[in-house]
């Protein structure tokens, strides 16, 4: 595999990298230095993905090749990505610490094991390296192996639940292969680890009172999970905006009156070149990707 390109962004510290894979696929990485103490790289976990979320830039191109992406290519991107930006020495010597982030395209359930022997791999290798994954919980056995592997690895691991909608109607329609809710929460309570809610504010699908009220019920007796608003990227495909900004502020001072959680909001960096949530240099997918499929139909 090879770097085809590296994009620097205007608005943030951070680099969006583009590599090739053996197989002419390609897949996306983005290393963000927030000046918080630790780097951050959002990994890739499939090639494309199968799971049709209609907030996700990606299920706008259909029929994408969706391939695992395989733990040495996993491993590959990181030793790129730190030794091209001259970063290593700074994670060994405990300056920064390295959070390698599988939110980026494809469920991380589908190819767990392969994340978590990365994540394994760089903490061998770099010494102060934690992991993180993003999943709809679409598959409930699945994320039950996946707790008991990161026991048996030993990793820091932290679990956020995308969750966006308080009723089984609305986040199936938005996230058509999400798991049942009342199990996904159920789920991501039970599990040991860090642990947090991404929660989307979409304006009049999402930040009604009874969904505010849905999130202090479920989640105001668990003071360990951590609730984050996302802002919404708007896309051409969809007419949705975001939730204004006082809208979100009175949301936020609610659930700060009657619940004890961390509460978050938070602003994806590097949206100019496709590193938000959701985001991605399509352009590339289109060449690559796109292409391959089409020719061998």
Known sequence: MKCLNIIKSKEDKAF????KLDTNLIVEATFIDKNDGKYIICMPNQT?????????YLSDLKNLKVNNVKEEELNYIVDYILEDLNVVENIKNNNKQLLLSFMGSGEPLCNYKNLLYCVKYCSNKYGNVRGAIATIMNDFK?????SNKIEQLGLDI?????MHYTNDVDRKEWMPNCGELKESIEQLKRYKGKKEIHYTLIKDINDK??????????????EDITI???????KDSSSSIGTKKERIQEIVELMKANMSNPIEVYTPPASDIGGSCGQFLLDYYKE???????SVL
């Open 158 to 162: 932290k679990v956020h639940l995308s």
């Open 142 to 146: 699945t994320f039950n192996d996946f």
């Open 288 to 294: 690559y990707n796109l292409q391959i499929v089409k």
């Open 228 to 234: 984050k608003f996302i802002r919404f990227n708007p």
């Open 48 to 56: 494309g993905c199968k799971m049709g979320c209609k907030f996700c």
């Open 16 to 19: 969006k990298y583009i590599f």
């Open 209 to 222: 009172q009874e969904d505010i009220q849905f999130l202090i019920d479920n989640f105001k007796n668990n």
